[in-house]
């Protein structure tokens, strides 16, 4: 085989690019046909003396050749492939050797085109998977740490079931960054409740409390949270009604009842009434 014949060979390999699955199923077969044939004409032609323009032409149909063989067998997997009937397996199969088919029909510039798009792929699709375990572990610590603060907090102010707590301040609790005395930020996370209040002129007013201390506005609100707390309740006549404040004669207790509870009683007849303003 003469020098120019090699130059042809080397010139048309780069034109079909380097690396991939050369060997590769159907795809190597045809690359192997269309390499018989090339040194079989040059075999025929030992001796003579190639032009350039002679090399030209044998690349060219050497290119030829094996274009129209790869986008036959690319039909032929695709037309497979469409198949119903076809296991998981024979699938699997038959899209690795489409794929070796296409890349053995691209140029190198392609071909490295098409693995930096694979790479940007599979590096978004982890990427993904780490952010949706980080939001998990983290949506995991910050509902547990809630749900404990508020649970000491409950036991901590004689809470006759601490669950019910949680479901009432847990959906308005959140994390935040812990700020001191002076206003500085202390790098840590601390559960805050997102407490809403109304003010006598009944303009609503939201704070950030600690669990604890919205615990404790709960159980200062006697008549609407008293009957969660069981130093709230008296013993004997009244048992179990949401001021712990009635006495043993059925009136409330003036010395055990806060300023707004007595002011929230006293709108209404009944209530005046166990507070023994009326009869």
Not at 169 to 187: F, R, Y
Not at 241 to 251: E, I
Request: proline share 2%; aromatic share 6%; glycine share 6%.
């Amino acid at each position: 085989m003469n020098e120019l014949f090699l130059r042809a060979e080397l010139l048309c390999w780069d034109n079909e690019g380097e690396g991939g699955d050369e060997g590769a199923g159907a795809a190597a077969d045809a690359a192997s046909a269309a390499e018989a044939a090339a040194v079989k004409a040059a075999e025929a032609n030992a001796g003579k003396t190639f032009t350039q323009e002679e090399v030209n032409k044998f690349v060219a149909e050497r290119n030829k050749t094996l274009k129209v063989k790869f986008e036959t067998m690319e039909k032929s997997y695709e037309t497979l492939l469409a198949q119903q009937n076809l296991t998981n397996d024979q699938r699997a199969s038959l899209e690795t050797q489409l794929e070796a088919v296409r890349n053995e029909m691209l140029t190198k510039e392609q071909r490295l085109e098409s693995e930096k798009k694979k790479a940007q792929a599979q590096y978004e699709a982890d990427l993904g998977k780490a952010n949706e375990a980080a939001n998990k572990y983290k949506t995991l610590y910050e509902s547990s740490t809630i749900e404990r603060a508020v649970t000491d907090a409950a036991i901590k102010h004689d809470a006759y079931n601490p669950t019910h707590f949680i479901a009432h301040l847990a959906p308005q609790s959140k994390m935040i960054e812990e700020v001191d005395a002076e206003g500085n930020v202390t790098g840590k996370l601390v559960p805050r409740v997102e407490w809403t209040s109304v003010d006598e002129n009944g303009q609503k007013h939201v704070s950030n409390l600690t669990p604890e201390e919205a615990v404790e506005k709960m159980k200062d609100n006697v008549i609407e949270f008293g009957n969660l707390f069981k130093t709230n309740v008296a013993a004997g006549i009244g048992a179990g009604t949401a001021p712990g404040q009635v006495s043993a004669a059925g009136a409330i207790d003036h010395a055990k009842i806060s300023t707004s509870d007595y002011m929230e009683l006293a709108k209404t007849p009944e209530g005046r009434k166990k507070l023994g303003l009326s009869r």
